[in-house]
């Protein structure tokens, strides 16, 4: 007996893997994980204010140890002091999640970050179907239960 022979789905985040990680490496990154959990290498209130731009290697000499690296953050113009202040703490949290000592400089570059927007809020659910949903639950005897459970059934309906 044969195997099929059709093709099976495959997350999106494998076919998508290989492009992602070649524009990554261009700018120096050897995975995209240094982007991708910035707040939590940095910390928050550090990733609150600059982001990852590129890191640059130096050129490669034939029998020396690679040189590290100079990871270029993008800070926004009033944080930049403080930012610099911290480069050595930086520093130490990068090469840290690195495993070894692979940045050895931070340079800055003061521009606006790119912050993702955050989503609306969902509307509230119509009353009228909230209140036709609660009729509909004539045996919950608890009034707020009851009540959540309409609101619940109202969003849901409206999806």
């Not at 703490?89 to 090469?95: A, K, P």
């Not at 606006?112 to 005897?141: F, H, M, S, Y």
Request: net charge positive.
């Amino acid at each position: 007996m044969s195997k099929p022979s059709g093709s099976f789905p495959r997350p999106l985040a494998d076919l998508l893997r290989k492009t992602i990680n070649e524009g990554f490496a261009r700018q120096g990154f050897a995975s995209s994980e240094l982007v991708t959990r910035w707040a939590h290498i940095a910390g928050a209130e550090i990733a609150a204010h600059c982001e990852p731009i590129k890191i640059q290697w130096p050129r490669a000499v034939h029998d020396e140890d690679p040189a590290p690296g100079t990871l270029v953050l993008r800070v926004e113009g009033p944080a930049a002091i403080e930012i610099q202040h911290l480069s050595g703490v930086i520093l130490e949290r990068v090469n840290r999640f690195f495993g070894w000592q692979a940045i050895g400089q931070i340079a800055l570059r003061q521009a606006p970050l790119r912050r993702a927007a955050k989503p609306a809020p969902p509307a509230p659910p119509d009353p009228q179907k909230t209140t036709r949903i609660a009729a509909e639950l004539g045996d919950v005897a608890d009034e707020d239960l009851k009540g959540a459970l309409a609101r619940l059934g109202a969003m849901v309906k409206r999806m």
